[in-house]
Nanobody
Framework: QVQLKESGGGLVQPGGSLRLSCAAS????????MGWYRQAPGKQRELVAT???????SYADSVKGRFTISRDNAKNTVYLQMNNLKPVDTAVYYC??????????WGQGRQVTVSS
């Protein structure tokens, strides 16, 4: 069985920074793509950023230049560094990992609130 544990997030003022982490544990051979999604109240879940096993990253236009996704393969962990946060970034953030021979797994979600 695979388990994902997210950490980080919280409340920050506009212009501030937060970091999210998502660690996978269990029987894991390797992890293909890793990604972060978010869902704001009343809106659909949207893709924020992804990173391939080779380290190639992609971002939603709304977060380019402000957010950075990274991964530590030895720790089966993906990170999302969020800088210059804006109120529109307020949402529940979910990690999503594509684990070899086991499929895609979602984290439990972490609340990020940007407010003064």
């Amino acid at each position: 069985q695979v388990q994902l544990k997210e950490s980080g997030g919280g409340l920050v003022q506009p212009g501030g920074s937060l970091r999210l982490s998502c660690a996978a544990s269990g029987s894991i051979a390797s992890i293909f793509n890793m990604g972060w999604y978010r869902q704001a109240p009343g809106k659909q879940r949207e893709l924020v950023a992804t990173i391939t096993s080779g380290g190639i990253t992609s971002y939603a236009d709304s977060v380019k230049g402000r957010f950075t996704i990274s991964r530590d393969n030895a720790k089966n962990t993906v990170y999302l560094q969020m800088n210059n946060l804006k109120p529109v970034d307020t949402a529940v953030y979910y990690c999503n990992l594509d684990i070899a021979w086991q499929g895609r797994y979602w984290g439990q979600g972490r609340q990020v609130t940007v407010s003064s």
